[in-house]
């Protein structure tokens, strides 16, 4: 099992800045990839950002530019730059570790946080 535990939420004014964090309980979570999601009331969760465990980043249209996803592995944490923020970015932001197929046949496993709530007021 991987714990994981989001930190960093909160409320800013449209246009400031926040930086979430996500701390795994176990190293393995050096060699998953790793994403954050977001989920506003009444809407799907969505994916807003993810990266590999050797750093290639990939970004929703909605956050690039202003949004950097990175991750410290001898930390064992995961980290999302939100700047230029909007109202619409408003949300809870979960943070997902994918443990990939171990062979073929295999599923993955998809390991999620409790969340944090990030409001931008306008």
């Known amino acids: 099992q991987l714990q994981l535990v989001e930190s960093g939420g909160g409320l800013v004014q449209a246009g400031g800045s926040l930086r979430l964090s996500c701390a795994a309980s176990?190293?393995?979570?050096?060699?998953?990839?790793m994403g954050w999601y977001r989920q506003a009331p009444g809407k799907q969760r969505e994916l807003v950002a993810a990266?590999?465990?050797?750093?290639?980043?990939n970004y929703s249209d909605s956050v690039k530019g202003r949004f950097t996803i990175s991750r410290d592995n001898a930390k064992n944490t995961g980290y999302l730059q939100m700047t230029s923020l909007k109202p619409e970015a408003s949300a809870v932001y979960y943070c997902?570790?994918?443990?990939?197929?171990?062979?073929?046949?295999?599923?993955?496993?998809?390991?999620w946080g409790q969340g944090t709530q990030v409001t931008v007021s306008s």
């Open positions: 176990r190293s393995i979570f050096s060699i998953y990839a």
């Open positions: 990266i590999t465990s050797g750093g290639i980043a």
């Open positions: 997902n570790s994918r443990r990939p197929p171990r062979y073929f046949g295999d599923e993955p496993i998809d390991y």
